[in-house]
């Protein structure tokens, strides 16, 4: 099915990940400290992670999302073919703007919901864990804690900010990935896309979708690795965040994480480019 042939594209993300991975220790960690309590800067939070507790810390809660990035993308990407495939209904004209593009990438950034909430949940909660005596031994032992003290509902924390994060980042993504895409061959007058040009869409894409995602990752990292019952709720964590950190405490972490945004999905967009090809020249399927 066309589904099927557009998942096949997550095979690259699993490369992107373990480059990313340390971007990702690095933003979590300023995100979760208060002021600059712990951490300077993103070099000053290099430099005392590796100091204190060696290079591999960097790679902290890498198991969660690596286990679970081909079935998270390949619902992303699922999402975004059905919602591509509802405005093309009963149209004879088979392309879409950037703006439907975005709208498509939002369904999929619904999609893939309810399968990163609890991976980002384990995720953060070991990639905190500094020097000392560790709360969690890993992934799992998360998942047994955190079911102890509340149940499912502990596991799943954050879903609702997470969907606030993904559905607009993920829109946002996928309309800056076809804008740009749509640029390019203007400007070169064909049709053909050069790898540089799949590259710079695709690192403009990380950078669209994490221009709105910022703010609400902020928002979903404080909540989900406070302790049980210090925030009510979601909404509870954006005015202790304001009055103690301002403005700019909404966007904490976003140096690594733009550091990280522009390679990783350039080279995943480059792979999902490659893996629509490869499959075509298999299982020959319309594209738009």
Not at 39 to 60: H, I, P, Q, S
Not at 144 to 173: L, N
């Amino acid at each position: 099915t066309e589904q099927w042939y557009r998942t096949q594209s997550t095979e690259a993300v699993v490369s992107t990940q373990s480059t990313g991975q340390p971007f990702d220790t690095l933003k979590v960690r300023m995100q979760n400290q208060t002021g600059g309590a712990l951490y300077k800067g993103t070099w000053d939070c290099t430099v005392k992670t590796v100091r204190n507790e060696g290079f591999m810390a960097l790679y902290k809660g890498m198991g969660a999302p690596l286990v679970g990035v081909v079935p998270i993308f390949a619902v992303n990407f699922l999402g975004y073919s059905h919602g591509k495939s509802l405005q093309l209904m009963g149209k004879n004209d088979k392309t879409l703007s950037p703006l439907q593009h975005g709208l498509a990438g939002s369904l999929g950034g619904l999609y893939m919901t309810f399968l990163i909430a609890p991976g980002e949940r384990i995720k953060c909660l070991l990639q905190i864990q500094t020097t000392g005596k560790a709360k969690y031994s890993g992934p799992m032992d998360v998942i047994k804690q955190s079911y102890r003290e509340g149940g499912i509902r502990s596991i799943m924390r954050g879903t609702v900010i997470t969907a606030v994060r993904d559905m607009p980042a993920s829109g946002c993504y996928f309309a800056m990935y076809e804008f740009s895409k749509q640029s390019f061959k203007k400007s070169s007058g064909s049709e053909e896309l050069k790898f540089w040009h799949v590259l710079a869409a695709g690192g403009f894409a990380g950078w669209a979708n994490w221009a709105w995602g910022i703010a609400p990752d902020v928002i979903k990292t404080r909540y989900q690795t406070a302790p049980e019952g210090r925030y009510a709720n979601t909404r509870s964590v954006i005015p202790e965040l304001y009055r103690t950190e301002g403005f700019r405490g909404f966007f904490k972490g976003l140096a690594p994480i733009a550091l990280r945004a522009w390679p990783a999905n350039a080279c995943c967009m480059m792979g999902y480019e490659l893996a629509l090809k490869a499959m075509n020249a298999v299982v020959p399927l319309e594209e738009y």
